[in-house]
Structures are given as C-alpha cells and as structure tokens.
C-alpha cells in the first residue's frame, strides 16, 4: 500500500535544478541581499578605481585596470565563499534544513540547488564588474583563445574552492548573523593581502604576500590579471612570470581540502541542537 | 507490514552535561489509523521523543521500529510515507504557499495535488509571500507541506500554536478528515481541548516518563471521579461532590417543584485530570493503575 512501492523516487538532479531555480527566485526576491551582495564588489572596484585614476603603469596599462583584474576575483569569492557561508548558515538557522530533513528529498539535490544559486549570481555579478570595468577602465576583453581558457578554469576552479569553503565555514557559524561577520573577515583581509586593493602586488610587504600566497585569492587575481593584462605586466607579480601553474595548483589543492572540510564538518542541525 | 505504526520500548535520551535524562525509559504503541496525542509541560521530553521518532535525533538507549523501520537507519523510501510538522520554522518567507507546497510536492512520488493541499488547508487563493502572513497561516503553510506527499503517519509538533479559535476549529476538522482516510497521526500540543477533541489516546509525559496512557474519557480514572453538582438555592451558590449525580438532581427537582435555578453537573475537565497527573507524576505505576492505562 505505499506509494513508495508503486511509483519510483524521484531522482536528485531534476530535484536538484528545482531547487536550483527556487534558490534563484528566492534571492532575486530578497532584495537587501542582491543589493549587498552585488553592488558591494562593483561599487567598492568603481571607487578605488576613481581613486587610482589613469596612474600610469607601463605598456598602456592603467592602475584602475590592475585593480579590476583583481576585483573580478574578489567578485566571485564575494557570490561564493560570504553569500553561501551566509546562506547556509540561514537554512540551518530559519528551519530550511530541518524541515528538509523531514522530506524524502536527496541530500544531493540541496547542493545541486545551491551549485545553481552559485553559478547564476556569480555569472552574473562577473557580467555586471567586466561591463563597468570596459565602460570606465577601458578594460577589454580576452583577445586569444588561450587567454579565454585560463579565464574559464581560473574561474571554474576559483568558483569551486571558494564556494565549498564557504560551505565548510558556514557549519563553524552558531547563526546567519555570525555566519556574516565570519565570512566577511576573510574576505576583506584576503584581498589586503593579496593585493587586490594595493597594486601591484610587490608594493605589499614580503610577509603579507607570503602569508596571501596560502590562499585562493592571491592566486584567483593573478589568473585573472594573466588573461586581462598584457604580457609585459608579469614583471609586476613578485615571481616576475604569471605562474600560471602555480595558479592551477594551488586553487586546485583548495577545492580538495575544502571538499574535505564540507564533508567532515558539514551539519544539518544547528549546534545547540543535540 | 507490521500492524503497530509505532512501537517504542525502553527509550532513553540523555544529552551531555544534562543533569537527568530528557528521555528515560518510555514505552509506546500507535495502532495504525489512530490519533495518539503527546500531552506534557515545556522541558518533559515531548519533542525529543517526537524527534526521535522522526529521525531527527539519536536515541541513547531502546528499541524504536517506526512503520516498521528503524528512524536511526531509515532511507528516503521511509520519508516518503511519514509526515513532518516540526515546531518554528522561519523559512520559505519569499516564496507564495503556492509555490513552497508545489516544489515540496516534487519530493514526493504520488503526491495530493498542491492546489487541493491549500484549499484543504484553507490558503487557497492566497497570493502573498509566506513572510507577509500571519502567524495561523504560516502554520498552515506547515501543515500543508507535511500532508502534501500523502503521508501514512503524520507528525505533527504543537500545530496549533498561534491560530484564533475559527482557526483551530477548521483545523481540527482537517485533521478528522486526514484520520478518516487513514492516517495514523502523533500530535504533541498544549491545548488540553484539542487532545480531547482529536485523539483517540492520550499519552502524559512529565520527566522523561509516561506517567498516563489512556483515552480522553478515562485518562486519570476521570469516567469514575465524582461529579459536582452546582445549584442556587435562596440566591446563594450550593455545590456537592456525588457518585450519584442524577439521583442527586432528581431529590433537588422533588424538592424546588420543577426546576433547579441555575443547576449545572460537572465531571472534573480533562484539564483538571491532566494537571492533577503532573502534581502527581512522580508516581507513575500507581496512577498508571489509577488511569486504567492498558
């Protein structure tokens, strides 16, 4: 007599792009967050850009440029890393998870719905930098095809290691609002470091480069620099080459130990939930 | 399939640094098809049990079999035939009941129809987003999500919580109908008239026991406790406790030529019973024996 054992299950993809598309729905309702969590980077590139101005750096290059390279980076740990860390941290605090739990819903789809959350706000929030960086940086766009290569998996590997970091930090979170104040930390002091905000890199102290090159946003800028910046700018980061290798490596080895943390630390209760 | 939906012997739950058990040692049986209510102050262990059962936590100790599974184990196929109302949620406030009741729908291999669900629960029509109604009607939205895969047993967690009296009364009409077409229903609540009114059986817990198993007539030996009997007899108030409350009232009408100003019989109210029980529930065999418990 269940029903269990006359129709089958529904399966955790389709679930999953359900999901996927009542994340979308659900952020693009919520205004404070597409506010926030879109305009900040934009509006944060566009002011020091103002700040920077057209102080020149050799081979026709502008200091807002070098900034908007990077920024880009900062743009996708800002729809990654702080918005899911946020996020999930709410669906354990508001009852999202729980009443999940309570259905025969997939755990798999849950994520796949938040890996759609995550690529459309990131797409689009990558969209919105590049057009105000070309409209008032006269950045351009990638011009060979290896250049558009890079920017695809330093995108893709940048977009995985921060979004499953963001999900690992999120369980650290006793609610959303802690969850805000400690994805925001990182977030800000990563790109102090890394030399998003002070270009080029080299004009940072040693130690704080030192200390960047542990994580994914020194490497993320500089990916995106390779692919933005004309050849000669390599001379600016502190190895003197683009190190795109290095790039690849070391955002490669943060989607595995962020794996590892998701799937060692991640919970479906709230901590004082026993 | 096994004939009990639920069968629980000897649980027992102690979360650390507790100083005593939230759950300690409770046994219980739901038949399916029936309406067992879960009656006990805040901090007795109602909700642990109820999570429990739903798979929500684990238990330190006793056997739970829950439509024949083990909760603690149980997979997707076995949260298909259960319902879940849990308490406080704030979720889906940007979505319409709509929209949350036809997304959860999809979870479900034969789902009712999302369009019925909302009707059934009285939200059909309603266009705002859950995060602009009230209280009652995010409730419903609650309700309406745990019935929409057609569930065999219901939890239902305190599910009238927040709503005003027309509210609860079409409330409880919904849950007659759910129990008509065979659902096997756990209830945990507050309001004493609602268990009476909706459960077939009413379980007491108070400190991590079941100090009461009985059906609402008979919970605490209320069908053989004395009936009071009030009167007005030369514009004062008179009141007498008897066994024999018709034979009383037939001596008053003898007595007034006819009828008995403002006569009113009482039976101790289920409230009375239950509160007596948790004064008392420190002694749970005696009054287990006194209740008449099966």
Same mark, same amino acid.
């Given at each position: 007599?269940?029903?269990?054992?006359?129709?089958?299950?529904?399966?955790?993809?389709?679930?999953?792009?359900?999901?996927?598309?009542?994340?979308?729905?659900?952020?693009?309702?919520?205004?404070?967050?597409?506010?926030?969590?879109?305009?900040?980077?934009?509006?944060?590139?566009?002011?020091?850009?103002?700040?920077?101005? @057209?102080?020149?750096?050799?081979?026709?290059?502008?200091?807002?440029?070098?900034?908007?390279?990077?920024?880009?980076?900062?743009?996708?740990?800002?729809?990654?890393?702080?918005?899911?860390?946020?996020?999930?941290?709410?669906?354990?605090?508001?009852?999202?998870?729980?009443?999940?739990?309570?259905?025969?819903?997939?755990?798999?789809?849950?994520?796949?719905?938040? !890996?759609?959350?995550?690529?459309?706000?990131?797409?689009?929030?990558?969209?919105?930098?590049?057009?105000?960086?070309?409209?008032?940086?006269?950045?351009?766009?990638?011009?060979?095809?290896?250049?558009?290569?890079?920017?695809?998996?330093?995108?893709?590997?940048?977009?995985?290691?921060?979004?499953?970091?963001?999900?690992?930090?999120?369980?650290?979170?006793?609610?959303?609002?802690?969850?805000?104040?400690?994805?925001?930390?990182?977030?800000?002091?990563?790109?102090?470091?890394?030399?998003?905000?002070?270009?080029?890199?080299?004009?940072?102290? @040693?130690?704080?480069?030192?200390?960047?090159?542990?994580?994914?946003?020194?490497?993320?800028?500089?990916?995106?620099?390779?692919?933005?910046?004309?050849?000669?700018?390599?001379?600016?980061?502190?190895?003197?080459?683009?190190?795109? @290798?290095?790039?690849?490596?070391?955002?490669?080895?943060?989607?595995? !130990?962020?794996?590892?943390?998701?799937?060692?630390?991640?919970?479906?209760?709230?901590?004082?939930?026993? | 399939?096994?004939?009990?939906?639920?069968?629980?012997?000897?649980?027992?739950?102690?979360?650390?640094?507790?100083?005593?058990?939230?759950?300690?040692?409770?046994?219980?049986?739901?038949?399916?098809?029936?309406?067992?209510?879960?009656?006990?102050?805040?901090?007795?262990?109602?909700?642990?049990?109820?999570?429990?059962?739903?798979?929500?936590?684990?238990?330190?100790?006793?056997?739970?079999?829950?439509?024949? $599974?083990?909760?603690?184990?149980?997979?997707?196929?076995?949260?298909?035939?259960?319902?879940?109302?849990?308490?406080?949620? $704030?979720?889906?406030?940007?979505?319409?009941?709509?929209?949350?009741?036809?997304?959860?729908?999809?979870?479900?291999?034969?789902?009712?129809?999302?369009?019925?669900?909302?009707?059934?629960?009285?939200?059909?029509?309603?266009?705002?987003?859950?995060?602009?109604?009230?209280?009652?009607?995010?409730?419903?939205?609650?309700?309406?999500?745990?019935?929409?895969?057609?569930?065999?047993?219901?939890?239902?967690?305190?599910?009238?919580?927040?709503?005003?009296?027309?509210?609860?009364?079409?409330?409880?009409?919904?849950?007659?109908?759910?129990?008509?077409?065979?659902?096997?229903?756990?209830?945990?609540?507050?309001?004493?008239?609602?268990?009476?009114?909706?459960?077939?059986?009413?379980?007491?817990?108070?400190?991590?026991?079941?100090?009461?198993?009985?059906?609402?007539?008979?919970?605490?030996?209320?069908?053989?406790?004395?009936?009071?009997?009030?009167?007005?007899?030369?514009?004062?108030?008179?009141?007498?406790?008897?066994?024999?409350?018709?034979?009383?009232?037939?001596?008053?009408?003898?007595?007034?030529?006819?009828?008995?100003?403002?006569?009113?019989?009482?039976?101790?109210?289920?409230?009375?019973?239950?509160?007596?029980?948790?004064?008392?529930?420190?002694?749970?065999?005696?009054?287990?024996?006194?209740?008449?418990?099966?």
């Amino acid at each position: 007599m269940t029903a269990a054992g006359l129709a089958p299950l529904p399966s955790a993809l389709p679930l999953g792009l359900a999901r996927g598309a009542l994340e979308v729905k659900r952020f693009f309702r919520s205004r404070e967050a597409v506010v926030f969590t879109f305009s900040l980077p934009t509006v944060l590139m566009v002011l020091l850009g103002s700040v920077f101005g @057209d102080h020149g750096e050799p081979a026709g290059v502008t200091s807002s440029q070098v900034l908007a390279a990077g920024m880009i980076a900062a743009g996708i740990m800002s729809t990654t890393f702080v918005s899911l860390g946020t996020d999930i941290a709410g669906d354990r605090d508001d009852g999202t998870l729980k009443r999940l739990r309570g259905t025969p819903m997939p755990a798999a789809a849950y994520f796949i719905g938040k !890996i759609v959350l995550v690529a459309v706000t990131t797409v689009a929030q990558i969209a919105l930098m590049l057009a105000v960086a070309m409209a008032l940086f006269g950045l351009t766009l990638p011009a060979t095809v290896g250049d558009w290569l890079t920017f695809g998996w330093v995108f893709a590997l940048g977009v995985t290691s921060c979004s499953l970091l963001g999900i690992a930090i999120s369980s650290t979170a006793r609610n959303a609002r802690s969850a805000n104040a400690i994805t925001q930390i990182p977030y800000l002091a990563l790109q102090f470091v890394s030399g998003v905000f002070v270009t080029p890199i080299t004009a940072l102290p @040693d130690g704080l480069v030192t200390t960047a090159s542990f994580f994914p946003v020194k490497w993320m800028a500089q990916g995106f620099r390779s692919v933005f910046l004309p050849d000669s700018m390599a001379a600016y980061e502190p190895a003197g080459t683009w190190e795109l @290798d290095r790039v690849a490596l070391v955002l490669g080895a943060w989607c595995v !130990i962020g794996l590892v943390l998701c799937l060692t630390t991640f919970r479906w209760r709230r901590g004082q939930d026993g | 399939m096994t004939t009990t939906a639920i069968r629980v012997r000897g649980l027992r739950k102690h979360y650390p640094g507790a100083a005593r058990p939230a759950v300690d040692g409770i046994d219980l049986d739901v038949e399916h098809g029936e309406v067992v209510a879960v009656l006990g102050p805040n901090g007795a262990g109602k909700t642990t049990v109820v999570e429990i059962l739903e798979g929500y936590r684990h238990r330190d100790g006793g056997e739970v079999a829950v439509l024949g $599974t083990d909760p603690g184990r149980a997979g997707r196929d076995w949260r298909v035939r259960i319902g879940v109302v849990a308490q406080t949620a $704030t979720d889906l406030l940007d979505l319409t009941p709509a929209e949350a009741v036809r997304h959860f729908a999809g979870y479900y291999p034969d789902p009712r129809d999302p369009d019925d669900v909302l009707e059934l629960v009285g939200l059909g029509g309603v266009r705002q987003l859950v995060g602009q109604l009230s209280g009652g009607q995010r409730r419903r939205v609650d309700v309406a999500l745990g019935i929409v895969g057609r569930p065999e047993l219901l939890f239902l967690d305190e599910p009238t919580t927040g709503f005003d009296p027309q509210a609860r009364r079409d409330f409880w009409q919904l849950v007659r109908a759910l129990a008509a077409e065979g659902t096997t229903i756990l209830l945990t609540t507050h309001y004493l008239e609602e268990a009476e009114v909706l459960a077939d059986r009413l379980a007491v817990i108070t400190g991590g026991r079941i100090v009461a198993d009985a059906t609402p007539a008979t919970l605490g030996g209320r069908r053989h406790r004395p009936a009071t009997v009030d009167w007005l007899e030369g514009g004062a108030p008179r009141s007498e406790s008897t066994d024999a409350p018709a034979a009383l009232v037939a001596r008053l009408a003898a007595r007034f030529g006819g009828e008995v100003p403002g006569l009113a019989v009482r039976r101790p109210s289920l409230e009375d019973v239950y509160l007596e029980l948790l004064a008392t529930g420190q002694a749970p065999v005696e009054l287990a024996a006194a209740g008449g418990a099966r």
